[in-house]
């Protein structure tokens, strides 16, 4: 039986968050004590790119995530539509909050 979009979709987005997770974890390992270091990270090109990249992912992947947990476990329709339409907001305001802090920088 062929998966769906969603479920297709969500297994993509796990994969991509394994590199971009642990690039990441190395990054602020690295970066982390040291705020000239953080600094000079951040000027170089894919630093933003990456981070940005894994924000979009992540919150892809959470928004998915939400949104199985909600067709689970929700069962009035207007409670899941009021839901989902709330988490999807809320995941693109902090998305776009944290992309705009990246593009300041």
């Known amino acids: 039986m062929r998966p769906s979009l969603h479920a297709l979709l969500q ?3 796990a994969i991509l968050l394994i590199p971009l997770s642990l690039w990441l974890a190395r990054f602020l390992i ?3 004590a040291d705020a000239d270091l953080w ?3 951040l ?3 894919w630093t933003p790119f990456l981070l940005g990249l894994f924000l979009v992912v992540a ?3 959470a928004a ?3 949104e199985t947990i909600v067709d689970d476990y929700i069962d009035t ?3 899941k539509r009021w839901l989902l339409w709330g988490s999807r907001l809320g995941l693109l305001a902090v998305v776009a909050l944290a992309l705009l802090a990246l593009i300041m920088l």
């Open 30 to 32: 690295r970066h982390a």
């Open 59 to 61: 919150s892809f992947h």
């Open 43 to 45: 000027s170089e090109s």
């Open 64 to 66: 998915l995530g939400m």
């Open 39 to 41: 600094q000079r990270a």
């Open 77 to 79: 329709v207007s409670l």
């Open 11 to 13: 297994q993509l987005t």
